[in-house]
């Protein structure tokens, strides 16, 4: 009988128990590919010719598709401040910070629409799932 009643006991005790998820585990386990998008304008790039111009919006539009990206693997740190002064908000400020790597990105689309380029990228489940485990870059020398 104590012996019934032990195994029914520790039968009951990891029933209760489980495991927590991360709010990534659904994106990691996603069948489709997660998309970034980045904008650029092209006459604010600097250059000396329309060309470098252009170039260079299309370099910064996708390194804004790469940072959506890492945003949405990574998560996206929010820093908040706020200052009061006899009961009156002097000073609010938020910022928020992203800290990532993002491996496996393909290119989607450029396409160019009048003075800005819009870049989509987009990464695989399975490339998801190795940045989130080894988020440092390797840096050689």
Same mark, same amino acid.
């Given at each position: ?7 029914? !006991? ?8 489980? @495991?927590?998820?991360? /709010? ?5 386990? !996603? ?14 790039? %600097?250059?000396? +010719? ?11 539009? =996708?390194?804004?598709?790469? =940072?959506?990206? !890492? ?23 938020? *910022?928020? +910070?992203?800290?990532?790597?993002? *491996?496996?990105? =393909?290119?989607?689309?450029?396409? /160019? ?11 695989? /489940?399975?490339?998801? @799932? !190795?940045? *989130?485990?080894? %988020?440092? %870059?390797? =840096?050689? *020398?």
């Amino acid at each position: 009988m104590k012996i019934s009643f032990s195994v029914v !006991a520790l039968g009951l005790l990891l029933a209760g128990c489980s @495991a927590t998820s991360s /709010p990534f585990d659904s994106m990691l386990t !996603a069948s489709s590919a997660v998309r970034g998008t980045g904008y650029a304008s092209i006459s604010i790039q %600097p250059g000396r +010719t329309a060309a470098q111009r252009q170039l260079m919006a299309m370099r910064a539009a =996708r390194l804004a598709a790469m =940072r959506e990206l !890492a945003e949405k693997i990574h998560g996206l740190d929010i820093d908040g401040y706020v200052s009061v002064n006899e009961s009156v908000i002097q000073n609010d400020s938020v *910022r928020g +910070t992203i800290n990532g790597l993002v *491996r496996g990105a =393909r290119l989607v689309s450029v396409v /160019p629409k009048g003075d800005i380029y819009e870049v989509t990228l987009e990464v695989e /489940p399975s490339d998801m @799932a !190795a940045s *989130r485990r080894d %988020p440092r %870059p390797v =840096r050689y *020398r």
